[in-house]
């Protein structure tokens, strides 16, 4: 495995991205800023400016200025979306892309890739790229969890239930009974995956009609694309799920034990995912920082970093890898999180800060990942 040195790399990548990018570069002059100066040593990482998500939106119009390359370099544009239109835009090359599907290989026993079947509340990868692409300067542009679905390490076995009909999808309800049914008391490796709300939802209706199954201790529910409150684009349900609801609610009725819940979280700015494993003390799920990225929770009205347990605040991420084209190093997202350690996992013990997702701040709409879709009322059944 390849030995990262966090700090080392940032740095290298910062004064690059202050070279590269002369946007960045006027962020920086504007607060007195130089990295090759001012960051040398751990702590000034704190000070390390940062560029809000929102510049990476459509409407915002920088998406080529926040780029540290030509466009011709990029591969593609990947895209986040929300309802009302106006998604983040992120040029990344080939090499960015890579390193993201790096990032899931070193967590593959987290995310437990090695299930054998898999049931996606997602459309296929190879769809949900597509959907909605556009040439931006002869590049395409292509839903960021689309990419994500691509890399994953699926198996073979794996169901897509998100099926495009008449320019909307729909859950193929039918296949997700078979599948329940099928893997019923079996003790199979099995996952379910992908869309919260979509899970939730169809949790709800099967409820209704069935009695719960039992898919047993070696059965996950692997979430992503966050949707814990209850909107993202398109995809609505109208309430907010929490996050022990969806867990309690989900378990009882599939016969998966809680602690088999994990959920991932990220935003198309960013290059790591950060995933986290459900804790029934807890009743949240405790995000895991792995140690090739880092994470500083900062006063929603100070922007001063936090780090104490129980403080809650913006998210910032620093990227030492996988930001080659864009500006992407440091980046503050409008979600909120809470500390609960910054230096041990209270839970499992893993030696890494550990956070709790709180959600979007207050007014600004959803704009996750799992937005970019059109998803159909009434399901298929
Ligand atoms: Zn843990």
């Given amino acids: ?65 926040l780029l ?41 026993e987290r995310l437990d890739t090695s299930s054998e079947y898999n049931c996606v509340f997602y459309p296929e990868p190879e769809v ?53 049914n099928e893997h019923n008391h079996k003790d199979d490796h099995v996952s379910l995956r992908g869309s919260t709300p979509l899970l939730y939802n169809a949790t709800q209706q099967l409820k209704e009609r069935m009695k719960p199954f039992k898919l047993g201790e070696s059965a996950i529910v692997h979430t992503g694309g966050g949707g814990f409150d209850g909107k993202k684009g398109t995809i609505n349900i109208g309430t907010k799920i929490e996050r022990w609801r969806f867990v309690e ?59 104490k347990q129980g403080d809650r605040g913006l998210i910032q991420t620093l990227n030492a890898y996988g930001t080659s084209s864009f500006a992407g190093a440091s980046i503050m997202v409008d979600d909120m999180a809470e500390i609960v350690s910054e230096t041990r996992c209270p839970e499992c013990n893993a030696e890494v800060m550990t956070i709790k997702i709180i959600g979007r701040v207050k007014g600004s709409e959803a704009k996750g990942c799992g937005a970019t879709l059109d998803i159909k009322e009434g399901v298929k059944a």
């Avoid at 990482?45 to 998500?53: A, I, K, L, Q």
């Avoid at 986040?80 to 892309?97: A, E, L, N, Q």
């Avoid at 034990?257 to 198309?268: A, C, L, Q, V």
């Fill in 1 to 65: 495995m390849k030995d990262y040195n966090f700090f080392k790399d940032f740095r290298s990548n910062i004064i690059s991205q202050y070279e590269d990018c002369n946007a960045y570069k006027l962020l920086c002059s504007s607060q007195f800023y130089d990295p090759s100066k001012d960051l040398n040593m751990e702590v000034d990482m704190e000070r390390v400016p940062f560029v809000e998500t929102t510049l990476f939106k459509k409407s915002a119009n920088m998406y080529t200025t």
């Fill in 68 to 108: 540290r390359t030509e466009p011709k370099n990029l591969e593609k544009w990947t895209v986040s979306s929300s309802t009302s239109g106006d998604p983040s835009i992120v040029g990344r090359s080939k090499k960015d892309m890579l390193q993201i599907k790096e990032f899931i290989e070193l967590e593959k």
């Fill in 128 to 180: 949900m790229r597509k959907y909605k692409s556009i040439q931006i300067l002869d590049r395409p542009t292509e839903s960021y969890i689309g990419n994500i679905l691509s890399i994953f390490p699926y198996s073979e076995n794996t169901n897509y239930l998100l099926h495009p009909s008449e320019g909307e999808f729909s859950v193929d309800m039918e296949y997700f009974i078979k599948f329940l």
């Fill in 249 to 307: 609610e989900v378990s009882s009725f599939f016969g998966i034990p809680e602690e088999n819940f994990i959920d991932t979280y990220s935003f198309t700015e960013n290059t790591f995912p950060i995933t986290g494993h459900y804790s029934k003390e807890q009743k949240d799920y405790l995000f895991h920082i792995p140690r090739w990225g880092k994470v500083i929770i900062r006063d929603i009205k100070t922007l001063k970093p936090l780090h």
